[in-house]
């Protein structure tokens, strides 16, 4: 059984700025992030507003070791503000240690589908890792950024993220082939997560 993990607007238990959770189940509302593109720009890294605070997805830990090996498949919701913009919507998947050390790369940051269009939608697409080892107390990061596709711009491009429903804005989230499970513990309605109790 594969292993969804979508991205939330949630803080992340690891507790720095702008680094938010990845959890197993939809959030309640959309939101949007809005970062500035530049003329002639080539990768710029997700920011919550215009000009704003940099941001990155981190699972909780995983609570038993795993191999991702198998086929990952991506699912990002998101605008360019002008055709001329020329860009999309770029991810780029990392394994950390439970302080949020990045420790290897699982899939280099590459465009997600093709150019965004003026309207929010889905790009979607695969990957295949590089075999990748976490253990117990591992995280998974994710990192979105804007990239070229042709000669980028100025003008502001849009993710979303936390919604609520499939297909429907801010549904944006990453599938994992393995089957796992994270320091993720959901009672009824409420979310308690990231008990932090692996070194």
């Known amino acids: 059984m594969a292993t969804t993990l979508f991205l939330r ?3 992340s238990t690891l507790g720095g700025a702008g680094q938010k959770a990845m959890l197993a ?6 939101v949007t992030t809005t970062t500035n593109t530049v003329a002639s ?6 920011t919550a507003t215009a000009g ?11 609570t ?3 191999t991702i090996s198998g086929t990952i498949t991506l699912n990002i919701r998101c605008r360019e503000s002008a055709n001329t913009v020329n860009s999309g919507v770029a991810l780029l998947i990392e394994r950390a240690n439970n302080a949020g050390t990045v420790q290897s790369t699982v899939s280099a940051r590459a465009v997600i589908g093709a150019e965004a269009g003026t309207a929010e939608a889905a790009r979607t697409g695969t990957r295949t890792p590089t075999s990748t080892a976490f253990s117990a107390g591992d995280r998974i ?11 980028m711009a100025a003008g502001t491009f849009n993710t979303y993220h936390d919604g609520p429903a499939a297909a429907a804005s801010g549904d944006s989230y ?6 796992f499970v994270t320091d993720e513990i959901i009672v009824g309605a409420n979310e308690i997560y990231g008990g932090g109790i692996y070194g």
């Open 174 to 179: 990453v599938t994992f082939t393995e089957n």
């Open 64 to 66: 038993n070791a795993v």
């Open 41 to 46: 720009g080539t990768n710029i890294t997700i």
């Open 141 to 151: 990061k994710v990192t979105l950024s804007v990239i070229n596709v042709g000669t």
């Open 9 to 11: 607007d949630l803080a």
């Open 25 to 30: 189940r939809r959030g309640r509302t959309a």
């Open 52 to 62: 704003g605070q940099v941001l990155s997805w981190f699972s909780e830990p995983v």
